[in-house]
T-cell receptor, first 111, second 118 residues
Framework: QKEVEQNSGPLSVPEGAIASLNCTYS??????FFWYRQYSGKSPELIMF????GDKEDGRFTAQLNKASQYVSLLIRDSQPSDSATYLC???????????FGRGTSLIVHP | GAVVSQHPSRVICKSGTSVKIECRSL??????MFWYRQFPKQSLMLMAT?????????EQGVEKDKFLINHASLTLSTLTVTSAHPEDSSFYIC??????????????FGPGTRLTVL
C-alpha cells in the first residue's frame, strides 16, 4: 500500500525563522513529489514540485529530495505569519498522475 | 496557472436529499478530473477519477451508486451525492490534470464545496 507519512504537528516557529517540514514515502516507484499549502477551509494550492535528488529552490521555499532514504522535505525561510497553514506532501509514480497525499503538517508562525 | 471552479461553495441540506456539485475547468480542457473528499484534520482521499465521455473509475470503498459522477464535456464534471446523510458531510474538492514539461503532471484544485447534511 502506497503511503505518505507526515508529522501532523503543529509545528510552531517564530516569525523570521526557518520552518522545516518533513515527509517520507513508502513507494519506491514514486518519481514525482509535490508540496501543497492548504489554508483552513480552502483547497490545496501547489507551491513546489521536485523530481530529482537534491535541492530545488523557489523564493523562500526549498524542496529537498532523497530517493535513497525515501524522504522529502520543505524548508521555508524567513517564515511569515501568512505561511501558517497545513502543508500536504504528495507523491506519484512514474506515468501516474494520481498522487498519494499525506495527512499534512500544521505550521504556525507566531509574531 | 490553470483555473478550476466549483459550485456551490457551500451547501446545507436535509438528510435524504441529493446534492449536485459542479466542477469546471475555465481556461483549458480537462479530459480527466478527480474528486476528493476531506474530513476535518484528515488528508485528501481520492474518491474517483472522472473521464470525459466514459464511466468514472471509483476508488475501493466508494459507492458508485451513491456518488454519481458525470463528465459530459471537456470542461465540466459533476458529482451528485444521492440520498445524503450526516456522515456524508465533508469538504468535497475536484481537481483537473494539467500536463507539465516532459511527462509529469500537475493537478489544479477547485476551491472545494463544503457539504453539511442535517
Amino acid at each position: 500500500q502506497k503511503e505518505v507519512e507526515q508529522n501532523s504537528g503543529p509545528l510552531s516557529v517564530p516569525e523570521g525563522a526557518i520552518a522545516s517540514l518533513n515527509c517520507t514515502y513508502s513507494d519506491r516507484g514514486s518519481q514525482s513529489f509535490f508540496w501543497y499549502r492548504q489554508y483552513s477551509g480552502k483547497s490545496p494550492e501547489l507551491i513546489m514540485f521536485i523530481y530529482s535528488n537534491g535541492d530545488k529552490e523557489d523564493g523562500r521555499f526549498t524542496a529537498q529530495l532523497n530517493k535513497a532514504s525515501q524522504y522529502v522535505s520543505l524548508l521555508i525561510r524567513d517564515s511569515q505569519p501568512s505561511d501558517s497553514a497545513t502543508y500536504l506532501c504528495a507523491s506519484s509514480a512514474g506515468g501516474s498522475y494520481i498522487p498519494t497525499f499525506g495527512r499534512g503538517t500544521s505550521l504556525i508562525v507566531h509574531p | 496557472g490553470a483555473v478550476v471552479s466549483q459550485h456551490p461553495s457551500r451547501v446545507i441540506c436535509k438528510s435524504g436529499t441529493s446534492v449536485k456539485i459542479e466542477c469546471r475547468s475555465l481556461d483549458f480542457q480537462a479530459t480527466t478530473m478527480f474528486w476528493y473528499r476531506q474530513f476535518p484534520k484528515q488528508s485528501l482521499m481520492l474518491m474517483a477519477t472522472s473521464n470525459e465521455g466514459s464511466k468514472a473509475t471509483y476508488e475501493q470503498g466508494v459507492e458508485k451508486d451513491k456518488f454519481l459522477i458525470n463528465h459530459a464535456s471537456l470542461t465540466l464534471s459533476t458529482l451528485t451525492v444521492t440520498s445524503a446523510h450526516p456522515e456524508d458531510s465533508s469538504f468535497y474538492i475536484c481537481s483537473a490534470r494539467v500536463p507539465l514539461a516532459g511527462h509529469y503532471n500537475e493537478q489544479f484544485f477547485g476551491p472545494g464545496t463544503r457539504l453539511t447534511v442535517l
